[in-house]
C-alpha cells in the first residue's frame, strides 16, 4: 500500500504527494510516518532532485494523527515490559527527528549551505501534524479554498501539538500571536492564516503546484534557514527572561488558570513546553516539547479525552451502533411539524445539509414565523462569512413553509416539533401519516414523553421513533436517538442516517423516563438546588461545579434553560409517579423562584441577578432569606461529589436498565449533551479514572451522611468487587 507517491518532473522537483487508501481525508498512520520518512531520504540523497514539493492528492491536506499510533506503542512497550513512557517518547521523537529532517533538508547546519528548498503546497484543509509538516517546511502555500480550514485542534481533545507544532509556532509568532491556535485550537480560513503570519502564500487552487515549483527554482540558501536556526535569533514579544516577555508568559499561566480551573493538564504543559523550550536552542526544546507530550499522552485524563472526543464519537458518527443488514437510508424530503424555535431549527439544519425539507404549522402566519427565523439565521450565516449569498438562497429554495399536510406527500421521514402534549403530538401523528408513503418513518423531537405510548398513535410503531435534538439546534452537536418498544431497525437506520447527513453525533438509546441525556442533567440540578435549601453557599456550589471543569454552574444551567422549565418538569414527575416521588427540598427552591416571576435569563431574574442587556450580574441574595445560610459550610470535594454523583449514578443505572446499550454512547453524550467535564471523558471514563472501588467508597459516606439517592447501584458494585473498570469490560465483550 503506497501513502506517500514519489515523482520527480523534468526540472528536477521531487512532488510527494499524500493520498491515503481508502480514505477521504489523510491522517498519519505509523505506515505513513516511515514512507514519509524514505520518501525524504531519497529526495536529499538524489543529486539530480533540486528541491520537493510537499503535497497533497486529495482535496484537502491533512485531517491530523491517527491517535491510536502512540496508545498503540504504549500496549506493546507494556506487553514486552518496556517502560510506557520511554516507548512513547521514543515515538514522539521519531516524528521530531523526521520533521527535523525536512527542515534542514540535508544542509551543513554550521554553514547552513548544501539544503534542498521544501514546499508545503495544501490544497484544502489543514489540522495538527498536517499543519505541523507545513511549518517544518521552507515555504508555505495554501490554495485559495473557501472551504479549507487551517489550525492546529489538539487542545480540544486534551493534548497538544507535539511534533514540533507548540516550538515553532511560538518561535515564529510568539506566545501571543500564537496562542489562538496553540490554547484555543482554532481552525482558521487561508486569508486569517495568512494574516496571523501562518503561511506565505495564497494562490488559485488551479495554480497551487506552478507556485510552489516557481518557489523552489529561485529559492536562495538563506531562504531555507528558518529563523530560530539563524545567529542572533530573538523570541517575537520576548523570552520570557526578558521584561516583557514575563509578562506575556504571567499573563498567559493566569488565563489558562481561569480557563481550565487546572483541570486540564494539556493547557498546562503546553504552557511548561514553551516557557522551558524558549531559553534554550532549538533541538532542546523539541526535547522538552516531546517529554512534556509523554507526560500528557500518559496522563489518565488526557487518554480518557482522545478516547471519548476523537475515537468514540468517530466510531459512533461512523456507524457504530447502527444495524449492520439495513441499505442506505439517507433523507431524501423530510417533513417538520412545528415550527416553532426546535422545529425551525432542525429544518435550518437539514435545509443546510441539501435536504428538502417542508416546514409546517397551524396555520401560514405561524409557518411564515418559522421560515423567517430561519433566514435570519442564514443572514447571520452570511454576515459572518460562513455561506455565501447564493448559498443562502439555494438553502431557502429547498424549504417549504406552510399549513398544508398536502405538502408531505413523497416524504421519507417526518420529525414532529410541536407542543409537548401527548394529545396533540397524536393528532398530528395521523394527520401526517395520512399523507405519507407507506415506507416514510415518523420521529418525535419530545425531551420527556414515553416514545412507546406515543408510537400508540401511529400506523405502524414499528416505523416510530423519537429523535431528540438538544437546543439550539444548530450549535448543538449531540443528537438522543430513542427506540421505543416496537420501534425497527429500518427506523434506527433512518434516524443514525439522517443525523449524519447533518454532521451531528448520535447516540441511540432505549424508552425510559427521561432517556438518557435529562436522566442524568436534572438530578444535576436538582442536587444543586437541595443544597441551596440545606444553607449550602450558592457561591460555593458554582465554583465548585467549574472546579470540576463544567462549564457552567449548576444554578447557572438552571437560568439558562429556565426556571419554569423545571417547575413543569417537576410538577409532571410528581403526577406521574405519585406516592414513588422522592422527596427533596430542593423543589421548594424551585418554587420559591417560580412564584416569584424569577423566570431565569430570560426574564432577567432567577439564581442570578442580570443587567437590562440580560447580563448576569452576581447571584440573587434573597435566597438567603427563604434559605438562611448554615453556620457550617461542607468542604469543597464533598460538594463536588455530590454533584458529580448526582449525574453518575444515573448514566450506571441507565446501563443497568438497558436504556444504554454502549458506555461510548454514554460518555460521548454526557459531555456533547450538557458539558459534563470534558477532561474526565464522561461519566464511565470517570469512574475508570478514580478506579469502581474508590467511586463505591464515596458513595458509601455520602449515602449514610446524605440519604439512599447515593447508594451505589449493584452493576458498579460488581464492577468494583470484580477488580474491573467498565472500559475494561466494554472491550472484553467486543472481543468476545
Given at each position: 500500500?503506497?501513502?506517500?507517491?514519489?515523482?520527480?518532473?523534468?526540472?528536477?522537483?521531487?512532488?510527494?504527494?499524500?493520498?491515503?487508501?481508502?480514505?477521504?481525508?489523510?491522517?498519519?498512520?505509523?505506515?505513513?510516518?516511515?514512507?514519509?520518512?524514505?520518501?525524504?531520504?531519497?529526495?536529499?540523497?538524489?543529486?539530480?532532485?533540486?528541491?520537493?514539493?510537499?503535497?497533497?492528492?486529495?482535496?484537502?491536506?491533512?485531517?491530523?494523527?491517527?491517535?491510536?499510533?502512540?496508545?498503540?506503542?504504549?500496549?506493546?512497550?507494556?506487553?514486552?515490559?518496556?517502560?510506557?513512557?520511554?516507548?512513547?517518547?521514543?515515538?514522539?521523537?521519531?516524528?521530531h527527528r523526521l520533521l527535523r529532517k525536512i527542515e534542514l533538508a540535508g544542509m551543513d547546519f554550521k554553514t547552513k549551505k548544501g539544503g534542498k528548498p521544501v514546499v508545503w503546497a495544501s490544497p484544502g484543509t489543514a489540522a495538527g501534524i498536517g499543519l505541523e509538516l507545513g511549518l517544518a517546511c521552507h515555504?508555505?502555500?495554501?490554495?485559495?479554498?473557501?472551504?479549507?480550514?487551517?489550525?492546529?485542534?489538539?487542545?480540544?481533545?486534551?493534548?497538544?501539538?507535539?511534533?514540533?507544532?507548540?516550538?515553532?509556532?511560538?518561535?515564529?509568532?510568539?506566545?501571543?500571536?500564537?496562542?489562538?491556535?496553540?490554547?484555543?485550537?482554532?481552525?482558521?480560513?487561508?486569508?486569517?492564516?495568512?494574516?496571523?503570519?501562518?503561511?506565505?502564500?495564497?494562490?488559485?487552487?488551479?495554480?497551487?503546484?506552478?507556485?510552489?515549483?516557481?518557489?523552489?527554482?529561485?529559492?536562495?540558501?538563506?531562504?531555507?534557514?528558518?529563523?530560530?536556526?539563524?545567529?542572533?535569533?530573538?523570541?517575537?514579544?520576548?523570552?520570557?527572561?526578558?521584561?516583557?516577555?514575563?509578562?506575556?508568559?504571567?499573563?498567559?499561566i493566569a488565563m489558562i488558570h481561569g480557563r481550565t480551573q487546572g483541570v486540564y493538564p494539556a493547557a498546562k504543559a503546553l504552557m511548561s513546553a514553551i516557557y522551558e523550550g524558549a531559553q534554550v536552542d532549538f533541538d532542546t526544546a523539541i526535547r522538552i516539547e516531546a517529554r512534556w507530550m509523554t507526560s500528557?499522552?500518559?496522563?489518565?485524563?488526557?487518554?480518557?479525552?482522545?478516547?471519548?472526543?476523537?475515537?468514540?464519537?468517530?466510531?459512533?458518527?461512523?456507524?457504530?451502533?447502527?444495524?449492520?443488514?439495513?441499505?442506505?437510508?439517507?433523507?431524501?424530503?423530510?417533513?417538520?411539524?412545528?415550527?416553532?424555535?426546535?422545529?425551525?431549527?432542525?429544518?435550518?439544519?437539514?435545509?443546510?445539509?441539501?435536504?428538502?425539507?417542508?416546514?409546517?404549522?397551524?396555520?401560514?402566519?405561524?409557518?411564515?414565523?418559522?421560515?423567517?427565523?430561519?433566514?435570519?439565521?442564514?443572514?447571520?450565516?452570511?454576515?459572518?462569512?460562513?455561506?455565501?449569498?447564493?448559498?443562502?438562497?439555494?438553502?431557502?429554495?429547498?424549504?417549504?413553509?406552510?399549513?398544508?399536510?398536502?405538502?408531505?406527500?413523497?416524504?421519507?421521514?417526518?420529525?414532529?416539533?410541536?407542543?409537548?402534549?401527548?394529545?396533540?403530538?397524536?393528532?398530528?401523528?395521523?394527520?401526517?401519516?395520512?399523507?405519507?408513503?407507506?415506507?416514510?418513518?415518523?420521529?418525535?423531537?419530545?425531551?420527556?414523553?414515553?416514545?412507546?405510548?406515543?408510537?400508540?398513535?401511529?400506523?405502524?410503531?414499528?416505523?416510530?421513533?423519537?429523535?431528540?435534538?438538544?437546543?439550539?439546534?444548530?450549535?448543538?452537536?449531540?443528537?438522543?436517538?430513542?427506540?421505543?418498544?416496537?420501534?425497527?431497525?429500518?427506523?434506527?437506520?433512518?434516524?443514525?442516517?439522517?443525523?449524519?447527513?447533518?454532521?451531528?453525533?448520535?447516540?441511540?438509546?432505549?424508552?425510559?423516563?427521561?432517556?438518557?441525556?435529562?436522566?442524568?442533567?436534572?438530578?444535576?440540578?436538582?442536587?444543586?438546588?437541595?443544597?441551596?435549601?440545606?444553607?449550602?453557599?450558592?457561591?460555593?456550589?458554582?465554583?465548585?461545579?467549574?472546579?470540576?471543569?463544567?462549564?457552567l454552574g449548576p444554578l447557572q444551567l438552571g437560568d439558562e434553560t429556565s426556571i419554569d422549565l423545571a417547575e413543569k418538569i417537576m410538577r409532571a414527575t410528581k403526577a406521574a409517579l405519585g406516592d414513588d416521588y422522592p422527596e427533596n427540598p430542593g423543589d421548594d427552591v424551585v418554587q420559591v423562584l417560580f412564584?416569584?416571576?424569577?423566570?431565569?435569563?430570560?426574564?432577567?431574574?432567577?439564581?442570578?441577578?442580570?443587567?437590562?442587556?440580560?447580563?448576569?450580574?452576581?447571584?440573587?441574595?434573597?435566597?438567603?432569606?427563604?434559605?438562611?445560610?448554615?453556620?457550617?459550610?461542607?468542604?469543597?470535594?464533598?460538594?463536588?461529589?455530590?454533584?458529580?454523583?448526582?449525574?453518575?449514578?444515573?448514566?450506571?443505572?441507565?446501563?443497568?436498565?438497558?436504556?444504554?446499550?454502549?458506555?461510548?454512547?454514554?460518555?460521548?453524550?454526557?459531555?456533547?449533551?450538557?458539558?459534563?467535564?470534558?477532561?474526565?471523558?464522561?461519566?464511565?471514563?470517570?469512574?475508570?479514572?478514580?478506579?469502581?472501588?474508590?467511586?463505591?467508597?464515596?458513595?458509601?459516606?455520602?449515602?449514610?451522611?446524605?440519604?439512599?439517592?447515593?447508594?451505589?447501584?449493584?452493576?458498579?458494585?460488581?464492577?468494583?468487587?470484580?477488580?474491573?473498570?467498565?472500559?475494561?469490560?466494554?472491550?472484553?465483550?467486543?472481543?468476545?
Open positions: 500500500m503506497t501513502i506517500f507517491n514519489y515523482e520527480v518532473d523534468a526540472d528536477g522537483v521531487a512532488v510527494i504527494s499524500w493520498d491515503l487508501p481508502g480514505a477521504s481525508m489523510n491522517v498519519m498512520t505509523e505506515g505513513g510516518i516511515a514512507e514519509l520518512d524514505a520518501a525524504f531520504d531519497k529526495a536529499l540523497g538524489d543529486d539530480a532532485v533540486k528541491g520537493i514539493v510537499l503535497t497533497s492528492a486529495k482535496k484537502d491536506f491533512a485531517g491530523g494523527m491517527d491517535l491510536n499510533i502512540l496508545g498503540k506503542a504504549r500496549k506493546a512497550a507494556e506487553a514486552a515490559g518496556r517502560a510506557p513512557a520511554e516507548a512513547v517518547f521514543e515515538g514522539v521523537m521519531r516524528m515555504r508555505r502555500i495554501v490554495a485559495d479554498n473557501p472551504k479549507a480550514k487551517i489550525g492546529l485542534p489538539e487542545i480540544l481533545v486534551g493534548i497538544f501539538p507535539g511534533a514540533g507544532g507548540t516550538t515553532r509556532l511560538a518561535r515564529m509568532l510568539g506566545v501571543m500571536g500564537a496562542s489562538p491556535f496553540l490554547f484555543e485550537g482554532k481552525m482558521m480560513a487561508p486569508k486569517a492564516v495568512k494574516a496571523a503570519g501562518v503561511v506565505d502564500e495564497i494562490v488559485p487552487p488551479e495554480a497551487l503546484m506552478e507556485a510552489a515549483k516557481a518557489w523552489v527554482s529561485k529559492a536562495s540558501e538563506a531562504d531555507l534557514v528558518k529563523p530560530w536556526d539563524a545567529k542572533g535569533y530573538k523570541m517575537p514579544g520576548g523570552a520570557p527572561y526578558t521584561p516583557q516577555g514575563f509578562q506575556t508568559m504571567a499573563g498567559g500528557i499522552m500518559l496522563n489518565p485524563t488526557s487518554a480518557a479525552m482522545i478516547r471519548s472526543l476523537f475515537l468514540n464519537k468517530e466510531a459512533l458518527e461512523k456507524g457504530a451502533v447502527r444495524p449492520k443488514d439495513v441499505p442506505d437510508m439517507r433523507v431524501k424530503k423530510l417533513g417538520v411539524l412545528g415550527a416553532g424555535m426546535m422545529g425551525a431549527g432542525i429544518a435550518y439544519v437539514s435545509a443546510r445539509a441539501g435536504i428538502e425539507v417542508v416546514l409546517m404549522d397551524r396555520d401560514q402566519a405561524a409557518a411564515d414565523k418559522g421560515l423567517a427565523t430561519i433566514t435570519g439565521l442564514l443572514d447571520d450565516d452570511v454576515k459572518k462569512k460562513r455561506l455565501t449569498a447564493e448559498a443562502k438562497d439555494a438553502v431557502l429554495s429547498r424549504l417549504t413553509a406552510t399549513p398544508d399536510y398536502a405538502a408531505l406527500k413523497g416524504a421519507d421521514l417526518v420529525v414532529e416539533a410541536v407542543f409537548e402534549d401527548p394529545g396533540v403530538k397524536g393528532e398530528v401523528t395521523k394527520q401526517a401519516e395520512a399523507e405519507l408513503p407507506e415506507e416514510a418513518i415518523f420521529a418525535t423531537n419530545t425531551s420527556t414523553l414515553p416514545i412507546s405510548e406515543l408510537a400508540k398513535a401511529s400506523r405502524d410503531p414499528e416505523r416510530f421513533i423519537g429523535i431528540h435534538f438538544f437546543s439550539p439546534v444548530h450549535r448543538m452537536m449531540l443528537v438522543e436517538i430513542i427506540k421505543g418498544e416496537k420501534t425497527g431497525d429500518e427506523a434506527v437506520a433512518k434516524a443514525l442516517d439522517f443525523v449524519r447527513q447533518l454532521r451531528k453525533t448520535p447516540i441511540v438509546v432505549n424508552d425510559a423516563r427521561f432517556f438518557y441525556a435529562n436522566r442524568c442533567i436534572i438530578p444535576y440540578g436538582g442536587e444543586a438546588a437541595r443544597m441551596v435549601a440545606e444553607g449550602i453557599e450558592p457561591v460555593l456550589i458554582e465554583n465548585a461545579a467549574k472546579q470540576l471543569g463544567f462549564p412564584d416569584a416571576g424569577r423566570l431565569g435569563r430570560k426574564s432577567k431574574a432567577g439564581y442570578f441577578e442580570y443587567d437590562e442587556n440580560g447580563k448576569r450580574t452576581g447571584l440573587w441574595r434573597g435566597l438567603q432569606e427563604h434559605f438562611p445560610l448554615a453556620k457550617e459550610q461542607p468542604d469543597v470535594t464533598e460538594v463536588q461529589h455530590r454533584l458529580m454523583l448526582a449525574q453518575v449514578l444515573e448514566a450506571v443505572k441507565a446501563l443497568e436498565e438497558g436504556v444504554l446499550e454502549d458506555i461510548r454512547e454514554g460518555d460521548v453524550g454526557a459531555i456533547l449533551g450538557w458539558g459534563f467535564a470534558p477532561w474526565s471523558g464522561g461519566p464511565f471514563s470517570w469512574i475508570d479514572m478514580l478506579g469502581a472501588d474508590e467511586v463505591v467508597r464515596i458513595c458509601d459516606r455520602l449515602a449514610q451522611k446524605h440519604g439512599p439517592r447515593f447508594t451505589a447501584p449493584k452493576l458498579l458494585r460488581d464492577v468494583a468487587e470484580a477488580g474491573e473498570s467498565f472500559y475494561g469490560r466494554h472491550e472484553a465483550t467486543k472481543a468476545a
